[in-house]
């Protein structure tokens, strides 16, 4: 089995229920989120899972010199950051995207999916 990392990309600028248009889509989507996760424990696959706060809460931290430099904010300005994201054990990639179409409708949003490289 290998590692996945499966990334919900949603719009920078939110409102007040996140990337969603009302409280009622919101709610929909955090049930059928939750659902699905459920099912990714009970079919084996769930590892880990998370919501992540807005990027701007963010420090970039960069230890390559004598003293750390840190940064507030994201590392990359962009239209859309990661708002969440899931590590699953799937047997390939055909599961893995099946998987990641399933959370993308779930959670109503894009979800990328990344192997893990297996060196760690």
């Known amino acids: 089995m290998t590692h996945y ?7 920078a600028e939110i409102s007040e ?16 989120t939750g659902a699905f996760n ?7 696959y769930w590892v880990f899972a ?13 230890g390559r010199g004598d003293v750390p430099v840190m940064t507030d904010g994201p ?3 962009t239209k859309e950051y990661i708002g ?4 699953i054990d799937a047997p390939d990639l055909d ?3 099946r998987l990641a179409a399933e959370a993308s409708k779930a959670c109503r949003g894009k979800v990328e999916v990344r192997p893990f490289d297996g060196l760690a």
Do not use: I, P, R
């Open 5 to 11: 990392l499966m990334s919900v990309h949603g719009a």
């Open 17 to 32: 229920f996140g990337n969603y248009g009302s409280k009622e889509e919101m709610e929909e989507a955090f049930a059928a």
């Open 38 to 44: 459920e099912q990714l424990k009970a079919d084996g």
């Open 50 to 62: 998370g919501g992540l706060q807005s990027s701007t809460t963010a420090t970039v931290v960069d």
């Open 75 to 77: 590392y990359l300005e």
């Open 84 to 87: 969440g994201f899931w590590v």
């Open 95 to 97: 599961v893995a995207l």
